[in-house]
Structures are given as C-alpha cells and as structure tokens.
C-alpha cells in the first residue's frame, strides 16, 4: 500500500493517493499507440484566446481559432509517413511506431505545455488508475515540430536537458543551430543562413545595389535579416532603409513604413517575413497605389496563396524568391483526398472547430491540388523528418553487440531506447527517399540547402502562378550555387527586362567613384582619372597611373605607348633645315671656289689667303655639323654633335680672331721703326690658329672622358610623349665650352670695333665688326631660347643658332670680297687696296 500522506494548502486538502491530477489532462489532437511513440507539435489553429488570470482558481484552457488547413494536412503527412513505415517489411520489420499530435495554436506557452505533456505523460488511463496509485505512460522517443522558430526555440530549450530529439519541418531561424544552445535540434527545412545566402545572391546576380529592407520583427525576420545584410554589404549593395513590422503593428507605423517606400529612391524591396505579418503591409500599399516596386521574398511568404490574390498582383506581380524544393511525395495526395471530418476524433477540439469553420463534410471539397500549392511542398518535410527517426531507429535495431557506438562499442538495449541513443543515430543517420532525395544532417542538424527560385506570373486565365525560373543548391561550389533555368522571368509591371536598383549609375572605364559627402557608398559620383591615369574596369573604385612609357588614351580606359619625338630629317623642320645647312656649305664651297681661282689677285692675297681657306673650310664644317643635330640620337650622334659644334667654332673664331690681329698690327707696322709684323707673320698665325683649337680639344676630350653626352629618353617634360634627345652628359663642361667660343668671340669682336677705322678703302676689320656682332648677338640670344624651347625645338633653336652665326660670318667676311671680285674686277688692285679713305 503506498504511504498515506495530507497535503494542506490553503482550504484544500489532498490525501491518499500520493499522486493525482489536478488540472483537466491534455488530449492529443491524434494518437496513435505502437512499440515506439513519436510526439507531434502543429499549429491546427492560428489564434489563441487566453483567459483573464485572478489568481484565485486554476487557470482556465486556452482556446483556439482560425483553422489553419496546412498545418492539419502536415500533421496528417506524419500519419501518413508512420502508416508507409509500419506497412514497410524492409524497415523496422517487427516494430510498430506510434504518435501522439499537439496542437499549439501558434503559442509559445501552449507549445511548450505540449512539449511537457509528451516528455511526462499527463493522461488518466480508466482501466488502471485506482485510487492509491498514479501511472505514468512511457515518454516520446522524439518530437517533430514546430512551425514557428520562436516557439521551436522555446520547446527545444526545455526538452533539450531531457535529451529528446526535436525535428523541425519549418523553423529555419540560423540561431537554431547553435548545438551549445540547442544540443538536440534537428531540422529537415534549411537554415535561413542559406536562405538569406540565396537572396542575397539573387540582389548579386541581377546587379541591384540599392535596395529597400523589411522583415518580420521576430527570430525569423530579424535573424535572417540580419545575415542577409551582412553578406549583401560584403558585396557592395547598400540599404536605403531597413523596417521592422509584425501583424499586430499599429497601423500609424504601417503608413510610416509606406511614407518611407514612396519617398525611397530604391526599386527593390527584399522581404524576409511570413504572410501573416506582411499582410496588412500590402494592403496599404494597395490603398495608396504604391507600385512600379519590385519584390524579393523569403520562402515565408512568397509562395503563400492567401496573398497571391488579383489585387495584391498590382503590388506584388515579378515577385521573385526563395520556396523549398517542390518534392512529390508518391500516394500523399490520395492519402489526403481519402481524409474527411468522421477521420478525426468527435472529441478533438479540432475537428468541432472545422466543421463550425468550414462547413463541410469532406476534405475533399476543398479542391486540394498536392502538387500546385507552393506552402505544401513543406509536406516533404515532415515526411524527412519522420523517415529520418524511423532509419535512425532502424540502425539501432541492427546493432550489433561489439560494434555499436556506445561506451565499450556496446549497443543500445533494443526493448527500451533510450532519446539519448536515438540523437547519436540521428547525427549520422543517411538515406535516400523513395522520390530521390538524399537527407542527412550535418554536424548543426541542419540538412543540404535546396532552394527553388519562383516567379509571379499570370496564367492564361489571370490566375497568379509560382513559376520556377532557377535553383539554389548550397552543397554546389561557390560561385555555381545559384543557377537560372530557361525560363522568362516576368518582372514588376509584366517587364520582360531586369528593372535597376542603383543609387547612382555605374561608373564607365576611364572614371572612378568618388563617394558622395554623407551618403552610403553605393552614391558617388564619376570622376574622370587624371591624366596618365586610367580605369579599366566598371566602377573603378581608384584610377592606374599608366608607367613612365606609356599615356593614357582619350577615354582614360588603356594605357598606351607615348610617342616618341625627336628632330627628324622627314618632318619639314628638318627638311628645312637641312637645306638651309647644305645650302650654307655649298656657298661656302663656291666662296672658296671664287678664291681659288682668284688666289693670285690682290683682295685675296690681302690679309694671308691661307686663313681666308682655314676659315672657309671651318664654315663649311660648321653648316655640316648642324647636321648631325637631326636624326634620332644616338651613343655617336650625341658625342659627335657637341664636340664637333665646339671645335669647328673655336676653329672659326680663331681664324677670324687672327685675321682681325693682323689687320690691326699690320697699319701699326706702318709706323716708322716698327717692326712688329715680324711676330704675326703666317707661321705664327697658324700657329696662334691651332693652339686656341687645341683648348677647345682638350676641353671636348674631357668631356668625352668624365662625362660624356648619351642618349636619353625624357619622360619628365611632357606627360603624353617622350623626347628622345642627347643629354649633355657634364652641363659644366658643355657651358665651358660655350663660355671659350663665347670668350674668343668677344675678344675678335673689341679687336675688330678698335680697327674699325683704320684708314683703308677695303678694311676687313669693320665686315669682321659685323660678322662678330651678329655671332655674339645670336649666341647670347641662344641661351635663354635653348633653355626654355621644348622637346624638339631645343635642338632646332641650337641648329638655328649654328647656321645663323655661320651664315653671319660667311656673308659679312666673304660676301664683299666676292662682290669686288666678281663685280667690280677694277677695284681688285694694290693701288685701290691700299688708298687711303677719306677724312
């Protein structure tokens, strides 16, 4: 006999037996005895009604309505499942699987009262209660449920220390796959993580980077929400605004959210939420006409019938989004056709509550189409999910002693499974259902992420159809996951071509983005690269600075090669001057020419003929030299040009120098007993002539050998061409040489100013005056023009000042003697030569 005991508490009094029940028990919607119970937790109902708590009596049952037809017809997918396994010879042969069906009513304390009510067995069995004892009936080896991933989270917290498996057909929060916090969740509906994954590669894959965001401010929609920010942001797509609503959300937030729509500029609206929440969303927008958006949805709602309606199609045609894969369970849709009211228990809540909602006598007149509604393809599910226990249990049955998984490889005891064993099967539990599909959980209870991609589109008839235009398969590598089929997808509006989402156009090669002030970055503006910089990609967010050889081309979006410049004997400068330089040196010959035949005559022999020959022939290789100034530079060009320019005019200038010193000594040998000429005679004007010239070539050999000119390709001076000149190699040593020609210039020019009057009627020394003024005049003009003239035009002005002084000395030494020889032959004697002028 049990112990009798009084329990007192307040005015009540409990005494023998030990254990009873005090509250009216929880009767299971569906039961089902057998060798092994599996629980069930559906929403039949959509809305609970809970009574006013005084604290004063035992609370009163919460009451539920609004049929939910879906959830009645997935709990009948779980009978149905346990049916094909009883009648399967293959699995679990000799074991029969039983169910005890909950519903929740889409309540988390309703849910979890349920989950208890499975886990301890609350019911009062007529045949053996007695009045000193309390039984209680063997607990549930595993729960398949829930909907709703708040309340999922609520009952698999509170079973989990129990360690009951809980196989979810329909949470997909990610945070449900925390195995710390959830050590015994399993679910056959995959995790949002790769639902938010899968719209985010739908944004990623159309090119919309500027979009709008609403979720459902629960688990499910902030949760999912949230990842799918994160992995969008990581892709450059900015989010212009992110709102939060849920059914019961006053309507002022409604039209707040709808205020915040109209004036966005985004023309996608990603939604992760359920129908029930995003409901009365739609209908303001219906109200206020807010169309032309289009619509990315979670799996939520987007295949949901309840809002696939005519008028919400203004609102929402082109939707596109995530739904589970559309599997065919072979003999369900029969098994649901066979359902009708007298099925179900005539003391089951749920079915007086139908036949009051409904008014039918046969399920089947609710016209079920198994393979045309988009929210059962969740049937699947549960049916996973209870095949997924049945083979985990099989393999326990299997075991066999030595090889099992357990401490010492032993086995579970097969006449009382334990939940605990039942988990350690489940977590490498892998098959293949009869339709095809492969099921196993990996290591956070998750399955393999498959998801359809569904489109809204009017049939023929102007119903609303779910057509399915691509797949997302996560156990594919990255980048081939997301895979379109050949199928046209009708946008917002009945477009045929993909809308744009941008907050500011993409950039074109040859720009960058520069972020506009205060904005996400998504808004920015195009700014042309810079020169000798390019872009060569879209949105470029920096430009490429082209190398020193190359420029950027018109459109800034190709680095090309500069071209090169240099003085070139084919470009009309250089023919110019090339003629102008053969012109010079063959007056120069034909001078020498006119001499030589004239050698003998007076103007000639005056003023020693042999340096009238030396200064000619230094002309002419002035007038050539300049030639080497033209012409791509070269290792020899570049030290030809220098040196020879300097020692060819040194050479002149001495010649001249010394003819200006003998005219000057000569009229001062004149003087009586002056006998100075002795020490200029034409050995000592040679002489003078070769030493001066000698400087000159020890100076250019220095240069040669310290430093000398080469080559160079100057990519400092312009930005969109290389100059290919001579450096100088020593600038020092090169202004030494223009500083000597310039000191023996100045030095023949005082000499020639002081003799410019001797009394002569033929006195070289002012011709030489002039000569020399125009050398120096265009020596000293040369400097500044050579230091500021670009490119090119340095070598053409230093050509030009070659030629000029050249040209300077030939025709102001040479032309007035050719111009007596040739023209005024009477003037050509001694007699004329050595008159005197005129005061």
Known sequence: MPTQKVLEFGNLKAENPACRLHAKPDVPQHSKDGDILIGGIFSFHITPLYSNLTFKEIPKQIQCKDVNIKEFLFAQTMIFATEEINTNPDLLPNVSLGYKIYDDCRSMSLAIRRAMSLLNGQEENNSSFSSNSCEKPSSVNAIIGLSDSSATKGVASSVGPFHIPVISYYATCACLSDKKEFPTFFRTIPSDYYQSKALAQIVKYFGWTWIGAIRTDRDYGNIG??????????????????????????????????????????????????????????QELLTQKVFGLQ????????????????????VLGGAIGCVINNDIIPGLQEFFQNISPSDIPDDSNYNQTARAATGLKDLRQLNIQYADVPELR???????????????LHKIYECQEGQGPFENKTCANKNKIEPWQLIQYMKNVNFTTKY????HFDDNGDPIARYDLVNWQLSKEGAIQFVTVGLYDASLPYGQQFIMNNVSIVWVGDQKKVPKSVCSESCHPGTRKAIQKGKPVCCFDCLPCAEGEISNVTDSVDCIKCSLEYKANEKRDKCILKETE????????????????????????????VFFLYRDTPIVRANNSELSFLLLLSLALCFLCSLTFIGQPSDWSCMLRHTAFGITFVMCISCVLGKTIVVLMAFRATLPGNNIMKWFGPTQQRLSVFSLTFIQILICALWLIVSPPFPNRNMQHYKDRIILECDLGSVAVFYAVLGYIGLLSSMCFLLSFLARKLPDNFNEAKYITFSMLIFCAVWVTFI??????????????????????????????????????????ENNTKKHLMGKMPS
Not at 230 to 244: F, K, L, R, T
Not at 247 to 253: G, Q
Not at 296 to 304: A, H
Not at 575 to 581: C, E, G, P, Q, R
């Open 225 to 282: 929400m949230a990842t799918f920010l994160d992995i969008v942001q990581q892709e450059g797509v900015c989010v212009e605004y992110s709102e939060a609503i849920v059914r019961a959300t006053p309507r002022e937030k409604i039209l707040k959210i709808v205020d915040i729509i109209k004036r966005s500029t985004s023309k996608v609206v990603v939604v992760f939420a359920s129908y029930v929440d995003l409901e009365f969303l739609i």
């Open 295 to 314: 619509w990315v949805g979670s799996e939520g709602w987007i295949s949901n019938e309840y809002l696939a309606i005519p008028e919400n199609y203004k």
């Open 378 to 392: 969740i049937t699947s599910n549960v049916y996973k999910a209870m095949y997924a226990i049945a083979h985990s």
């Open 436 to 439: 095809g599909e492969k099921v």
């Open 566 to 593: 240099f003085l070139s004997f084919g470009e009309i400068m250089g023919i110019l001057l090339v003629i102008f330089s053969l012109l010079g040196t063959c007056m120069t010959i034909a001078v020498a020419l």
């Open 784 to 825: 500044p023009a050579y230091i500021s003239s670009p490119g090119k035009y340095t070598v053409a002005v230093e050509i030009f000042a070659i030629l000029a002084s050249s040209f300077g000395l030939l025709f102001c030494i040479f032309f007035p003697k050719c111009h007596i020889i040739l023209l005024k032959p």
